[in-house]
């Protein structure tokens, strides 16, 4: 049978591999010049920038798609423990690392608040058992009725581990220092949410980074972009690139053909990981589309972001692998993220400094330095060249106070990846980086279906469905998908 995949994010790359290793004929294709999607690679004299995800997280859910190939990570890349995991910056006050070593942290927690060691023993021990009974009984399988989402064992656990509580709350409940309340509350970006409106369920956070560490693939992600472009090799997986499909051609309830701007192809199923509103919206005629406009526009988008990549010509001490810098007051920051009336290019907002070149030698010529400056902006304002311009020098003017150094004078490479770039390279609705925010309300069940309603051999893998935003995510996101296939289509 002949599977065409649209897409080759790491949602495309993965579900292709495990749909060529069922024995179905793929072929990806995708839009842009390189595979990975959000995980694409820009370099420019011998600089090499990761342009999207930096973070590997849940080592375990890796190991558990890899095994599916009887594979590990480490056939494909060596993977290293980052100690610190991240260094903090609370605004220009304080600076604290938090180490590989979780007796270090507790004691960090101590100096911020009496009695801190004890309440993040606690606090993870929660976290630890939340994300083991995730792992087990929520993330790794789907949700197609509302039954499946009330189960009773589900329901039970869930209520007595209070997932279902507002996550602000559940972290004021436990902490009561600034400091550590940030610290287990940050993460939460990951997943294009805000304290605010985000389930506490997603402490799980604070399990995966303080707990379970922060690791690096030697190569960055894109190596592990490139892995699983070899897996797909193996199983003989054909890839189309800088071909966008234009149109799902649909016939009795069946996409029949998928057509590109160069060529067409024939398909007995379709699993498309573009972005979800794009390819509903604009590639399918109304009476196929499952969720309409009208749908898309009522959702509560995750972030879009400005990212500049620098390449400087000197090497900085000041920073960690990864840097967090958290404004003062980060309240007002989640409200114009994630409030439409005050959506507007922030003034004092937190942001993220990667430099992979601490770790890495293949990401910057020697004695020289990678930087990846991420601000998470509401999506759908306006984007212009001057806000760009004027934005960047606010960020580096606070960055090189905090830091007491100059960069600017010592950048060989420079590159500002923000809203528009999103919506032009990704097709991402409203320019959002992440897709759709984890509200209680775009959760499991509530967020977009795995399969189509309306067309019967079109099915979606990506950070748009359950579970959700991040690679790891998206990597089980294709196993439920790839497994609801083989069941369906071995019938
Ligand atoms: C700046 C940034 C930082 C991040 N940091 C982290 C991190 O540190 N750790 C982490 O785990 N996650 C991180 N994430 C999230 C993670 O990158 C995403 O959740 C994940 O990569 C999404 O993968 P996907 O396959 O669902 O979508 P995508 O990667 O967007 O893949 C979709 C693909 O479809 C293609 N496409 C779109 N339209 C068409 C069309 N019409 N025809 C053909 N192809 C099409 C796109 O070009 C793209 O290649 C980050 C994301 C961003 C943007």
Request: one cysteine or more; a negative charge; proline letters at 4%.
């Amino acid at each position: 049978m002949k599977a065409i995949v649209v897409g080759s994010g790491f949602g495309g790359l993965s579900a292709a591999a495990l749909l060529a290793k069922d024995g179905f004929k793929v072929t990806v294709i995708e839009k842009n010049e390189q595979i990975g999607g959000r995980a694409s690679v820009y370099s420019e004299n011998d600089f090499y920038f990761d342009m999207g995800p930096s973070w590997y997280l849940m080592p375990d859910v890796y190991e558990k798609f890899y095994a599916e190939f009887d594979k590990k990570p480490q056939d494909f890349f060596q993977l290293d423990k980052l100690d610190p995991s991240y260094r903090i910056f609370f605004g220009d006050e304080k600076v604290v690392d938090i180490a590989s070593d979780i007796e270090k942290n507790y004691q960090l927690f101590e100096s911020f608040e009496e009695g801190g060691a004890e309440k993040l023993k606690k606090y993870l021990a929660e976290s630890q058992e939340v994300y083991d009974f995730s792992i087990d009984e929520m993330l790794y399988r789907d949700y197609t009725s509302v039954l499946d989402f009330l189960s009773g064992k589900l329901m039970l656990r869930g209520y007595k581990l209070k997932i279902w509580e507002n996550l602000q709350h559940y972290v004021n409940n436990h902490f009561e220092s600034d400091e550590a309340r940030k610290i287990v509350q940050y993460s939460i970006g990951f997943l294009g949410g805000s304290p605010q409106n985000t389930p506490s369920f997603y402490h799980i956070m604070s399990h995966i980074d303080l707990t379970m560490g922060v690791w690096y693939p030697q190569g960055g992600m894109r190596k592990v972009a490139s892995s699983m472009q070899d897996l797909c090799q193996e199983y003989g997986v054909e890839f189309k690139l800088n071909e966008p499909v234009q149109k799902l051609e649909v016939n009795d309830h069946q996409v029949k053909r998928v057509i590109t701007d160069k060529s067409s192809y024939e398909a007995d199923i379709v699993l498309v990981n573009a972005d979800y509103a794009h390819a509903e919206i604009e590639l399918l005629d109304e009476s196929n589309q499952t969720y309409d406009e009208r749908y898309w526009d009522k959702k509560v988008l995750a972030p879009s972001a400005m990212v500049a990549y620098l390449g400087i010509d000197k090497e900085m001490d000041q920073f960690a692998h990864h840097n967090l810098f958290l404004d003062k007051d980060w309240e007002a920051g989640f409200d114009s993220l994630f409030d439409p009336k005050k959506a507007v290019w922030p003034k004092n907002p937190s942001y993220y400094v990667n430099v992979p070149s601490k770790t890495d030698k293949s990401a910057a010529p020697e004695g020289y330095e990678t930087l990846f400056i991420l601000i998470p902006l509401a999506p759908g304002i306006e984007d212009t060249p001057q806000i760009r311009e004027e934005f960047y020098n606010m960020i580096m003017d606070d960055l090189e106070n905090k830091i007491g150094e100059t960069i600017r004078d010592h950048i060989l490479v420079k590159r500002i990846f923000a809203l528009t770039d999103f919506k032009e390279r990704y097709n991402a609705y409203k320019g959002t980086a992440l897709g759709l925010s984890h509200t209680l309300r775009q959760t499991a069940l509530f967020r977009p279906a795995h399969m189509s309603k309306k067309v019967k051999n079109l099915y979606y893998s990506g950070h748009y469905t359950h579970p959700g935003i991040g690679v790891p995510m998206v990597l089980i996101s294709s196993q439920i998908v790839a497994q609801e296939i083989k069941e369906r289509h071995s019938k």
